[in-house]
Structure formats: structure tokens, C-alpha cells
């Protein structure tokens, strides 16, 4: 046993991230605490101060529940998302522009159609929120299918559905 923790020659393979998808990452995984802060919240809120964190006391109606709830869940899983776009755009191929668009719109989709969700409980004019952020997504993933397509290696047959 040696004092190697490369992952190399244990049956483990290693991940290796480009320089853009490492900071990506690292930027979402930094903000993914709010995530949970507002999942606490939620919980607080629901539970009336039993569980979970108390931060506004608000007494929220159905609608607001509603879409508390879809902000909070539509923030998590597009976050995972996110990030599993940085690894395959380190497979595809797109000109630099278009990467850095593919790889920051994801993530600033899912803050402002979470942001919208939220707020449209409480402030309607928050609705533009939720399409810029739904927009930038489609952008995100559009992009990233796009590249992946453009990468084929050559001489590679295109896929036949018969």
C-alpha cells in the first residue's frame, strides 16, 4: 500500500474537469447552500417553528404554498443539471463563446426561475423571472446537445432508426 491518492491503479478512474468546469462547479456548489437555507425555511414555515427555521413569519395561502414549493424543487434539481452540463461540455465541441453561454446559462436559469417562482407568490410583476430562466436553460441544454452532436469522431455512422 502506497501513499497514492490519484485514483490510478485501484480499479478507480478519475474524473478530470477543464479549468471553466471546475470554477462552474465550484461557483454552483458554493451556491447551493441557499438551496438548503430556503428548504430549512420552508420546512419552518410549514411546521409552524417545530422543525426547520423560522426566518419570515409568514402566513402563506395555497397558491403561495404552491409555488414555494416549485421554486425550491425546480432550484434543486436544475442544479444538478447544471452541473452535470459542465462535465459533457468538456466533451463537446462549440466555439468559445458559445461555451461560456452554454456553460453559465443553465446555472442562471435555474436562479431565475427559482428567484421568479418565489417571488411570483408574492410580487405577480416577478412572472418575467420565470421565463428568462426557463429561456436560459433551453439555451443551456440546446447548446450543450449541439456540441455533443459536433464532436462525433470521424467516420462515425449516424445513428439509424429503423
Keep these: 500500500m502506497g501513499d497514492d491518492t490519484s485514483g490510478r491503479g485501484n480499479g478507480v478512474s478519475r474524473l478530470s474537469l477543464s479549468p471553466e468546469a471546475r470554477l462552474v462547479t465550484v461557483i454552483i456548489l458554493l451556491a447551493t447552500p441557499a438551496i438548503m437555507l430556503g428548504g430549512l425555511s420552508l420546512l419552518g414555515i410549514l411546521s409552524k417553528g417545530m422543525a426547520g427555521q423560522v426566518i419570515l413569519p409568514l402566513e402563506p395561502d395555497g397558491m403561495q404554498w404552491a409555488l414555494g414549493r416549485a421554486g ?17 461540455l468538456d466533451a463537446a465541441r462549440l466555439p468559445r463563446g458559445l461555451m461560456w453561454v452554454a456553460r453559465l446559462s443553465p446555472p442562471g436559469g435555474a436562479a431565475a426561475l427559482s428567484s421568479g417562482l418565489l417571488g411570483l407568490a408574492f410580487v405577480p410583476a416577478a412572472r418575467w423571472l420565470v421565463y428568462l430562466g426557463a429561456a436560459s436553460m433551453a439555451l443551456g441544454l440546446v447548446l450543450t446537445a449541439i456540441g455533443l452532436w459536433r464532436n462525433r469522431p470521424p467516420g462515425e455512422a449516424r445513428p439509424s432508426i429503423r
Design 72 to 88: 425550491h424543487a425546480h432550484a434543486g434539481v436544475w442544479v444538478i443539471i447544471s452541473l452535470v452540463i459542465q462535465v459533457l
